[in-house]
């Protein structure tokens, strides 16, 4: 599946990142660089992507990859895996920044083919597999979402979906007796505007 390189940049509470899971091979010289692209979320997946692909190419010589989390930045890793440096890890990472991706990992494994590409080549070859990786995957804009937890009475519970209906909410979690508990999951741009409209209802609390 092709990329949408339509799509604008990220407005502030939104982000980009890969819809789906994508894999190809790309050769240079008889070396052979199999490429992998995967949506993640916590470090823990990327361990388990990871962990598999080793198992898979058990008898190749480098896993190289790059991922980012996160929407500040500042949660990143580029991994040479035995390649010279900067010459494997920083070129995946180069191409999920300049798509602006974050909440992604690409994986790029090589067999040596015997001729040597030199720095140069390698560069050109990791940036390359990384970049058709997500090529042929699927970017997507997604909302940057936080949590709202609220307790009320059931009595109020009618006013209460009124507005998880009117700004489309996303209920995580309920409880309902007497006294009712909600998680509610809120666009982060309109965070304010709807606790403002809960504490509307005057039985309502908004927990921390």
């Known amino acids: 599946m092709s990329s949408s390189h339509s799509l604008d940049s990220p ?4 982000f980009l990142t890969l819809a789906n899971e994508s894999t190809g091979l790309f050769k240079d ?3 052979k660089f199999f490429y992998y692209s995967f949506p993640v979320i916590i470090e823990e997946e990327i361990k388990s992507h990871l962990k598999d692909l080793r198992k898979k ?11 980012n989390l996160g929407t500040d930045g500042m949660n990143y890793r580029a991994n040479d895996d035995g390649e010279p440096n900067h010459s494997a890890g920083d ?21 040596f083919g015997g ?17 058709l990786a997500i090529e042929e995957n699927e970017i997507i804009e997604q909302l940057i979402t936080t949590k709202i ?8 519970l009618n006013e209460v979906m009124k507005l998880v209906k ?9 409880e309902m007796s007497l006294d ?3 998680i509610l999951e809120v666009r982060l741009r309109l965070e304010d505007q709807i606790k403002d409209s809960l504490k509307d209802i005057l039985s309502l609390i908004i927990l921390d």
């Open 91 to 111: 070129p995946i990472l180069g191409q999920i920044r300049s798509h602006q991706l974050t909440n992604v990992l690409i994986v790029v494994v090589r067999y």
């Open 29 to 31: 010289r008889s070396s």
């Open 180 to 182: 009712c508990k909600m």
């Open 166 to 174: 009117a700004f489309d909410l996303i209920i995580l979690n309920q």
């Open 115 to 131: 001729t040597k590409l030199g720095i140069s080549g390698l560069i050109n070859a990791y940036k390359t597999s990384a970049a």
């Open 57 to 67: 190419h058990f008898d190749a010589r480098h896993h190289c990859y790059a991922w």
């Open 11 to 14: 407005s502030e509470d939104t």
């Open 149 to 156: 937890k609220i307790h009320f009475p059931y009595a109020d």
